[in-house]
């Protein structure tokens, strides 16, 4: 009997013992006897209630994405469309803003010169692919009371001619293209000439200005006007001097900066009438 107490057996019991009167302890604390074979059973099966828990979810998941994958389509594909909408809102926004800009400047060019009648503000719908100096097509011809070439402007300043029209549609030569020929004039040294442009600056978006008659007081960042004539009105915003060179050494011409990139604009509107059009003295 003395060694029973002594050996492994009785050391297992001792054992189990104290962890089945800890379990009823805990038990008699957290909530009385009864709950004593539900904490074991709870215990043991824990992992496995975990594991399975976890199987389930998995499988609902995966069985969720095949059977509503069609749902999910549509509700993606209606979102998709929902947010275009609201990023073209939000552009078609930003678009009446700028015209808005755009046609109070006009208006403000009209109180200065009383003169003047617009055509309705004009969309360019295509940029000639062929034309090395930026021509384009508007969006209205002689059925709006546009003419052949009547001067094209922004609120920013001039942009050319129509140089083509039809019933509804206008093309216009730019004002960096060599067949443009307008009056200009520096506005503080007063220098008048001639804008002459080609192909070298045409692709680098610029004008040239020869034939100046005093050309020694030309300074760089100077604002350049048209002068009036037949085709342009005088007082329009044409640039301003970016570089002031001789020529063989000789003839002064001046490098012009548009005041509109005329690869860039968006929309315009048509002088089609001012005083002095077409008039030759």
Same mark, same amino acid.
């Given at each position: 009997?003395?060694? @029973? ?25 957290? &909530? ?15 992992? @496995?209630? %975990? ?12 069985? /969720? ?28 926004? /930003?678009?009446?803003?700028? %015209?808005? %800009? ?13 003169? @003047? ?23 209205? *011809?002689?059925? /709006? *009371? ?9 609120? /920013? &300043? ?41 192909? %070298? ?27 009036? &004539? ?43 009438? @001012?005083?002095?059009? &077409?008039?030759?003295?």
């Amino acid at each position: 009997m003395r060694d @029973f107490f002594y050996g492994t057996k009785f050391k297992i019991i001792v054992c189990l013992f104290a962890l089945v009167l800890g379990v009823v302890i805990y038990a008699a604390v957290s &909530g009385g006897f009864s709950t004593v074979p539900e904490t074991i059973i709870t215990t043991i099966t824990k992992p @496995f209630v %975990e594991v399975s828990n976890s199987i389930s979810n998995w499988v609902e998941d995966t069985l /969720d994405k095949f059977s509503n994958a069609d749902k999910y389509k549509n509700e993606n594909e209606e979102l998709r469309s929902k947010l275009n909408e609201l990023y073209k809102d939000l552009i078609d926004y /930003d678009d009446i803003q700028s %015209e808005n %800009e755009q046609l109070k400047q006009i208006l403000k060019i009209k109180e200065e010169n009383d003169d @003047f009648e617009f055509s309705a503000p004009c969309n360019i719908i295509a940029h000639n692919s062929n034309d090395a100096y930026g021509g384009f097509t508007i969006d209205r *011809g002689s059925d /709006d *009371g546009i003419s052949l070439y009547d001067p094209v402007m922004t609120a /920013d &300043g001039l942009v050319g001619m129509i140089s083509e029209i039809g019933p509804n549609y206008a093309r216009v030569t730019t004002i960096i293209s060599s067949e443009i020929n307008i009056g200009i004039m520096t506005l503080e040294s007063k220098a008048v000439g001639v804008i002459n442009n080609d192909v %070298e600056h045409a692709n680098a978006g610029e004008c040239l200005m020869s034939y100046i008659d005093n050309p020694d007081n030309i300074k760089k960042n100077e604002i350049i006007k048209s002068v009036a &004539g037949v085709i342009f009105p005088g007082d329009l915003l044409v640039g301003t001097v970016k570089e002031i060179y001789r020529e063989n050494g000789l003839a002064v011409r001046v490098v012009v900066t548009p005041a509109v990139d005329v690869h860039k604009i968006t929309n315009c509107v048509v002088i089609t009438h @001012f005083k002095g059009q &077409g008039v030759v003295n």
